[in-house]
């Protein structure tokens, strides 16, 4: 089946959509029909649930009985929207979950293989930019004896600068600088930069440890439940 299923892809690499075959565009279009078919009882259901909801009002103890009622009805739709949406991503979710796995080992092996070379070409660009600058510098020593013009030394020094475009039959590269942030000492950085560990906090917090600056308070949140 797996098989099946990847030479079916294989086949349409590169088509354009006017290209696929009609029938996979047909089947499609009935696929989402059916669903919408199928979902229709839920809309109407959650709409009259949502009407309700917004025209609530709890002032007394009858009427918070009559809201848990209707929440216990939407929690209900809920669960059904749910199952019904399951139902249709957990096979697929399996379906890509396998495809992922059959295809790791050879883009483990591929992105190894790519990270060598370019690993090698980024140490051989090192190298010659070090040279360079070496080489730079006794340009314009020269220069500033008088022993070179500039514009001689402009091109002694156009000339030993590494190139940065490399083109073959296969592809081409070009190297490039970019720039990263590195943390010397993380007592220097101000406190504007600095980001609270809030899941640390709240675990320390509601074990009883005070913590300077925190406070426990206490909320009121709703369970509700279907029967």
Sequence with gaps: MA?????????????????RPKRLLNKKIMENANLTKELAPFKTTISKAETAATALQIKTVDDLTGATELLGKIKTVGKAITQKKESITKPVN?????????????????WNAEKIVKDKMINYQ??????????TEKIEDKVEKGKLTFGKAAERI??????KNVVANSGAIQFRTKKEVVIDNEMLIPREYLILDMIKIRKVALAGVNIPGVRVIEKQTVAGITK
């Design 3 to 19: 098989k099946n299923t990847i030479g079916k892809w294989l086949s349409n690499v590169g088509r354009s959509r006017a290209q």
């Design 94 to 110: 399996e379906a890509l979950k396998n495809v992922r796995a059959f295809f790791a080992p050879l883009e483990k092996q591929w």
């Design 126 to 135: 090192n190298d010659q930019i070090a040279k360079a600058a070496k080489e």
């Design 158 to 163: 156009e000339a030993v600068t590494p190139q």
